[in-house]
């Protein structure tokens, strides 16, 4: 189906199959063409969101686990460095050096030289400086959770495979913009529900979620696969892989949610 400019503007986005949004809106029902355009930035948020959870699942050394454990070893080993840096107890500033920090200004002056030849090194000032980011990373370290929050809750079995799936999750957030626009604009097609209606906009979604990027070809004629590729699971849509079933249990599960969140409203 044609879609209006504005929704194409909206859908301008590397890796999105404008053709799937056609297939979503065909699903739903009509819509004005500025709810069309919020449609499609929920569905590609919602995108955005399953490739973060789709990485977090594939690569270990990707997820937030593994960077909280590793800024947390880089903070503890600049701590080490700066007490080895000042003298045992001493404040850490400039002037509590260790002395086997101070005594070899002279060899870190030469050996700084050589390396970097167009820099003039002043080794107290070098020391300070050396000393300021070190207790920085320090600082830095303590704050693991904070910059690299878990998406999933800490239990007794630690967050490793808790919560949701990304496939899941998915699901849910597309059950979630289905009644959210029917709510807005319920002459656009039956009231919210399990149904065919919702089955069918949950797998245009689906469909919409994990559109593959087309390749592309640099200078040199070689081929290659966007990233995105490596973490979208392109049989998501199939009944085989996401049953009717299993979309009407994430339904149910949600529902005392949406009776809380209508309370609230």
């Known amino acids: 189906?044609?879609?209006?400019?504005?929704?194409?503007?909206a859908l301008s986005?590397?890796?999105i199959d404008r053709s799937r949004f056609g297939a979503v809106?065909?699903?739903f029902g009509p819509l004005p063409i500025d709810d069309q355009v919020e449609l499609a930035n929920r569905l590609i948020g919602a995108r955005g969101q399953y490739l973060v959870h789709r990485m977090f699942e594939c690569d270990s050394e990707a997820a937030q686990g593994g960077r909280r454990k590793r800024l947390e070893?880089?903070?503890?080993a600049a701590g080490r460095l700066l007490r080895l840096l000042h003298r045992d107890g001493a404040d850490p500033q400039p002037w509590n050096a260790h002395p086997a920090a101070t005594l070899a200004l002279p060899e870190l002056c030469r050996v700084a030289s050589e390396h970097r030849p167009k820099q003039?090194?002043?080794?107290?000032q070098g020391l300070s400086l050396l000393g300021a980011m070190l207790a920085d990373l320090a600082k830095v370290g303590d704050q693991t959770e904070v910059i690299f929050p878990s998406p999933f809750p800490k239990t007794r079995g630690g967050e490793r495979r808790q919560g949701r799936t990304a496939s899941a999750d998915l699901v849910h957030r597309l059950i979630d913009i289905y009644d959210d626009v029917r709510a807005r604009f319920p002459r656009s097609g039956p009231a919210p529900a399990f149904g065919r209606p919702l089955l069918q906009f949950v797998r245009a979604g689906l469909a919409f979620a994990v559109s593959p990027p087309p390749e592309f070809t640099d200078s040199d004629g070689r081929c290659y696969r966007p990233w995105e590729a490596n973490f979208l699971e392109a049989d998501l849509p199939e009944t085989s892989r996401i049953t009717d079933d299993a979309i009407r249990g994430i339904f149910d599960r949600r529902r005392p949610q949406t009776k809380l969140k209508?309370?609230?409203?």
């Open 1 to 9: 189906m044609s879609l209006p400019d504005p929704v194409l503007v």
């Open 13 to 15: 986005i590397p890796g």
């Open 25 to 27: 809106i065909e699903a």
């Open 73 to 76: 070893a880089i903070g503890k």
């Open 120 to 124: 003039v090194w002043d080794p107290p």
């Open 262 to 265: 209508k309370r609230l409203r």
